[in-house]
């Protein structure tokens, strides 16, 4: 079995959340509010509130449980194992095993993607429902990230508008995929700089052989997908 490791914060930090009477929505319901900065916050090796004590990890009923299952076993397998379009570095066979359940998965989309794509917010549900997802949304306009000129308010509201796009009409809900892990990056070094940030990540899944190449010298496992589409095809 895997073992969790509790994170103390800081004295200061601690001392700050103590009187904290509310928590963030993708906590689970049994994690009591009054006193997050105590040991109640259970992090993971990633530095994340851990998978177990994530509202996602008890969301999905047991009527809905089966095909859930079908749809991930689906979707690891071609994330995992080599087939057209899609391919996993780190083994010499071309395979590669499924990260663990509750592990952290790093999936980048660009912003084409997001509009192309009707399956997107499924196969996204899929993933985190099972492990600790973070997303990063490539996106053209760099302007709008304040590289030339743009300002943090333009960032703002286009995150929040791919955030939306990302949520749709589906059951992608902030229990699943809190809006804080739905990070944007403009440039190739933006997307590798903020998974190296995150530690323990057990897979990136990525469509430029660049994030790969950069990524692999450093020890990620990265699975190279065109086109997230086909994942669920």
Known sequence: PRVQHQYHMSQAAAEILSECQSKPKHVSSSIAAVGLGGSNVILSDSGLVAFAHTEAASVVSNDSAASVRQERAKI????????????????????????????????????????????????????????????????????????KGGNAADGAALQTELVEQLRGSSSLSEDILPSHRILVASTVTGRVALVRQLAKVAMVVDWDPEVDSQLTRFGYKVALVPNLSILLE
């Open 76 to 147: 690891l397998s071609r994330l995992c194992h080599p087939h057209p379009g899609a391919s996993a570095s780190g083994s010499s066979s071309g395979a590669t095993p499924p990260p663990l359940k509750g592990s952290t998965l790093v999936v980048s989309i660009s912003q084409a993607t997001i509009k192309g794509s009707s399956c997107l917010p499924r196969i996204l549900y899929v993933l985190g429902t099972f492990y600790n997802l973070v997303v990063i949304v490539g996106v053209d306009d760099s302007n709008i990230l304040g590289n």
